[in-house]
C-alpha cells in the first residue's frame, strides 16, 4: 500500500488543528486506498531551521532533522491540515517544509484546511506556490472547512456534509497521483545546482 501522512501543521496551544487532523486521519483510513499515519508536528518539535548547509545539499547535522528527513523519506504523499493566519499557512508547517529538500520530490499533496469564513483557502493557495518548488504535485481537490468551532466540541470534529462529501474524491485522486508518480518517487530527482554563496 502507498503510504499516506496526514500532517497537522499548527502548534499552537488549543489548536483545532489536533481534531481535524484526527478526523482526517481516520477518513483516510477509511478510504481504504492508503497505509496512513497521522504526524503531529507539535510532537516532531523542529526548531527554527537552524541547519548550516541548504538542504538540497542533505548534509543534516541535527538530530531533529535527521528524524524529519527520516519520516518524510518514508511518505508517498500527504495531506497537509492547515489554518490560516493572516492569509498564509502557519510557520511551524512553512517551517517544517523547508527543512527538507530532495524528500518531498515527486510526491502529492492534499489539504484540509479549516479556518472563517475563507476555510483556510489562502493558506493553502501559499502552500502550493512553496510545494511545487520542490517538485510536489499539489491537487485541485481538497477539503476545507470554514467556521470550523462551530463544528468542534469536547468530542472532536463533527464535520460539516460539505467536508464529508469532499473528502473521499480527494483521497480518491490523491490516490491516482500517488499512483501515476511511483516511478518517478523511485528514480533519483536530478541534481540541484549548488546554492549561491552567501550574500550573493
Known sequence: MQQLQVV?????????GLPVGRWAAA???KHGGFDVE????E???????????????????????L???EKVSAADAFVFVTPEYNYGPPPALLNAVNFLYAEWAYKPAAFVSYGG???GLRSVQALKQVLTTLRMVPIPEGVAIPFVFEHLSPTGLTPPAAAVAAV????????????ALKDLRNSPPPAAPPPPPAGR
Open 8 to 16: 497537522i501543521g499548527s502548534t499552537r496551544p488549543g489548536r483545532a
Open 38 to 41: 497521522l504526524v503531529d508536528l
Open 67 to 69: 528524524r524529519w528527513s
Open 117 to 119: 469564513v475563507a476555510g
Open 27 to 29: 477518513a483516510a483510513a
Open 168 to 179: 473521499g474524491p480527494m483521497l480518491d485522486e490523491l490516490l491516482r497521483w500517488t499512483n
Open 43 to 65: 510532537e516532531m518539535r523542529l526548531p527554527l531551521l537552524d541547519e548550516p548547509h541548504h538542504p538540497r545539499m542533505g548534509q543534516y547535522t541535527k538530530d531533529h532533522t
